[in-house]
């Protein structure tokens, strides 16, 4: 049976970020991503032309589905502390479900050699300060926050708790629990932007 194109990208996503979980970036080659979806490299170039461009395409495709997930729960009818709260958690549930993310974002491919996937990567990162954003403005019109809140740094503060959360957790090779990390991080913040 013949796989379709969507499905064997993928499944070459997938491998991709495996082996990045396995060996880090600086491990991944076009070769153990052919051999792991089991066509030969050449066959590979068919999808993309370097490691750059996997890459890229990984990333991209990844932190769409994440960006798409927090524009859900924020158009959601519901109050907004609450889907602050829901935005939070189904962050950190979705990083601790995609172990490798914190390696790219830390990694010399995304600070040094790749300005096309730094571009992309600081896109979607604005784009989620500026649903935090909104957001917590909703929270200080009901008068759930105070009127003094900064938004931009309200806003930099809830995004980097979780990356904090997330970078602790993959350098401690993902043994803590973050079943509960973005509960207590919403309760922190929830505290501290209401005193």
Same mark, same amino acid.
Request: hydrophobic content about 40%.
């Given at each position: ?22 060996k880090g970036v ?51 009818? /519901?109050?907004?502390? +609450?889907? &602050? ?8 549930? *979705? %990083?601790? $479900? ?31 300060i500026h649903i ?39 350098? /401690?090779?993902?043994? +803590?629990? &973050? ?8 309760? *922190? %913040?929830? $505290?501290?932007?209401?005193?």
């Amino acid at each position: 049976m013949k796989i379709g194109k969507d499905a064997r990208i993928k499944q070459i996503t997938d491998t991709t970020l495996e082996i990045i979980m396995k060996k880090g970036v600086s491990g991944l080659t076009l070769s153990e991503v052919a051999k792991g979806v089991g066509f030969s490299e050449a066959a590979l170039f068919r999808y993309y032309s370097s490691k750059s461009e996997l890459l890229s395409e990984t990333m991209t495709h990844i932190s769409q589905s994440l960006l798409e997930g927090i524009y859900v729960i924020s158009k959601k009818d /519901s109050a907004p502390v +609450e889907k &602050l709260q829901e935005i939070i958690e189904f962050q950190v549930d *979705f %990083l601790s $479900k995609n172990k490798s993310l914190p390696r790219i974002l830390f990694s010399d491919e995304l600070h040094i050699n790749n300005p096309e996937l730094r571009a992309t990567i600081m896109e979607r990162h604005k784009k989620f300060i500026h649903i935090i954003s909104i957001t917590l403005k909703e929270c200080i019109e009901q008068g759930v926050f105070r009127k003094d809140l900064d938004l931009n740094m309200a806003a930099k503060t809830v995004f980097g708790l979780i990356q904090t959360t997330m970078f602790m957790a993959s350098l /401690s090779d993902f043994k +803590e629990n &973050l079943s509960d990390q973005g509960t207590r991080i919403f309760k *922190f %913040l929830e $505290k501290t932007f209401t005193t």
